[in-house]
């Protein structure tokens, strides 16, 4: 589950780590009173920042004309006639796609003097099941540009999870991004919070772009968290009621709504082929595998290692929904799960819905035998494959065929 950065940097604030004074708003007039707020207290600088599930923002263009998602303010009324240009409008990023998101919810944030950008995530490494804190010198970019260009400028640090981050490490990651004195005991404490806010709120990963150097109205200088992006693991929210409250369900696709109310795993996609398939390699590889042979894929559908008949007819019912696809591949190799009941979840699905798109299934393992008896006496009309191959070639095939 994504947070909006106003809900990351609440949870980075719990646990001690410094951040802009801000307020979220839903109002222009809710960000009039919230700016007033802030130049009362004596900032000179407010920054507008549109609160969307994607990056880019202060690059985007909303769809009703206006330039950037982030704005830099210097009165109250001037946070009134952005936040009036930004709210209930579409913002186009490099991330939203053509599509672009809505705004309804902005950041007023006190905007400080910026004296050097940095960058800080922490996120497990999959590879030795370890939590693992990046940083790099080269903020404000994607880290994925500093990779490619300057591979060097990336320094990373594994956490032992039975200890956690210690002040050792954190002072070696702030030594590498050429801090010192008492800016490195500032970016010890934030690295230690930083940390234990990924640690506590189970995330599944927590980017900091750019954690900048500021300076203050006394002109010294201090470490802050300008900007946040987090994301929590799932299959943990249900320790996190107070996070599971955070969910902005406008941010999330429909059918990526309606999917979870059945712990289905589904990401829409562009082509035109429906896969349905347990476990999360093989759904990528039955994606890669449709490209393989000409076709594009209309989604990624995990139904899980033990899907009962419900949820395979709610996800006949979700696939159906897109109005791209023309038509399904089922593609199920039963370890735990019972080849059986997918067929019977096929079959019950597919009377329910009435499909008429070319339907092909194969199945592989656990009651196999049964599954495509099963099948076979339904009186359905189906395409099968005995190998992922062969039924991704038929699928492909059934769609050049086909009178649109």
Known sequence: MNLHEYQAKQLLAKHGVAVPAGEAVRTPQEAREAATKLFASGQSLAVVKSQIHAGGRGKGTFKSGFQGGVKLCKTADDVFEKATAMLGNVLVTKQTGPEGREVKTLLIASAATILRELYLAVLLDRSTSQPLIMVSTEGGVDIEEVAEKNPEKIIKELIDPSVGLMPYQARKLAAALGLRGDLMTQTTKLLLGVYKAWWESDAAML????????????????????????????????????????????????????????????????????????????????????????????????????????????AFKIILSDPHVKGILVNIFGGIMDCNVIATGIVAAVRETGLKLPLVVRLEGNNVLLGKKTLAESGLTLITGDSMAEAAQRAVAALSTRTP
């Open 207 to 314: 980017e900091i772009n750019p954690l900048c150097v500021v300076a203050g109205p006394d002109g010294k200088e201090s470490i802050m968290a300008v900007d946040a992006k987090m994301s929590i693991e799932d299959n943990a929210l249900f320790r996190h009621k107070d996070i599971q409250a955070m969910r902005d369900l406008g941010e999330e696709a429909p059918l990526e709504i309606e999917a979870s109310k059945f712990n289905l795993n589904y990401i829409k996609l562009d082509g035109d082929i429906a896969c349905l398939v347990n476990g999360a390699g093989l759904a990528m590889a039955t994606m890669d595998i449709i490209q393989h042979y000409g076709g594009n894929p209309a989604n990624f559908l995990d139904v899980g290692g033990g899907a009962s008949k419900e949820q395979v007819s709610a």
